[in-house]
């Protein structure tokens, strides 16, 4: 797997790591990062390639959804309920002008 969007380097400075933490945390960062992705795509009933037909490349709305939601899975390691990434700050006002309500 690979992320599809993400840079590690967005990642690495959201996150405010250092090189060396980076390095040591890289596979569950970007295991979170994946996953993160995957999860604001199905929350707008989209694919990564709908966007950059749409719009010539990911919006920065969807990157900084992603980010967040990376941010609060590398963070909060616990268990989440499925409605949690609601309660993020920020994670609506950048998802839901990109929500395809019908296929």
Do not use: W
Not at 8 to 35: N, S, W, Y
Not at 57 to 81: C, H, W
């Amino acid at each position: 797997r690979n992320m599809k969007f993400l840079t590690f380097d967005q990642i690495k400075a959201h996150l405010r790591l250092d090189d060396t933490q980076a390095e040591d945390e890289r596979v569950i960062v970007t295991t979170h990062a994946e996953a993160a992705e995957d999860a604001v795509l199905n929350v707008c009933n989209r694919d990564m390639e709908d966007f950059i037909e749409q719009y010539g490349e990911v919006p920065a709305g969807i990157i900084v959804a992603s980010l967040l939601l990376t941010d609060d899975l590398y963070k909060q390691r616990g268990t989440a309920s499925p409605t949690s990434v609601y309660h993020l700050p920020s994670f609506d006002i950048n998802v839901k002008p990109y929500m395809r309500l019908t296929q």
